[in-house]
């Protein structure tokens, strides 16, 4: 069975910096690419970032220049570094991954959320 688990949520003060982790377990080849979305209470989940097995990434508008978006592609594991964060921050941040199967197939997968809240 394929999971995704997420780690490093928590509370931080504004300004302050967290660094989420989702690594892909079970029987998974690689990925295409993997990423982080969020989703604040009555918020649509948005994109913060994504990259590419090759390292390619993209970025939502509002976190450039604060988050950076990382990966161990030997351990099917991706990364964010949040620094500078804001209270409009706050939101369970979800991983999800396109992750190729050792036949072949590539199937999306999300994680279980983790919350992350900004707040002094």
């Known amino acids: 069975q394929v999971q995704l688990v997420e780690s490093g949520g928590g509370l931080v003060q504004p300004g302050g910096s967290l660094r989420l982790s989702c690594a892909a377990s079970?029987?998974?080849?690689?990925?295409?690419?993997m990423g982080w979305y969020r989703q604040a209470p009555e918020k649509q989940r948005e994109l913060v970032a994504r990259?590419?097995?090759?390292?390619?990434?993209n970025y939502a508008d509002f976190v450039k220049g604060r988050f950076s978006v990382s990966r161990d592609a030997a351990k099917n594991t991706v990364y964010l570094q949040m620094n500078s964060l804001k209270p409009e921050d706050t939101a369970v941040y979800y991983c999800?991954?396109?992750?190729?199967?050792?036949?072949?197939?590539?199937?999306?997968?999300w994680g279980q959320g983790t919350q992350v809240t900004v707040s002094s």
């Open positions: 990259l590419t097995h090759g390292g390619s990434t």
């Open positions: 999800n991954a396109d992750l190729i199967r050792p036949w072949g197939s590539v199937v999306n997968y």
């Open positions: 079970g029987s998974v080849f690689s990925f295409n690419s």
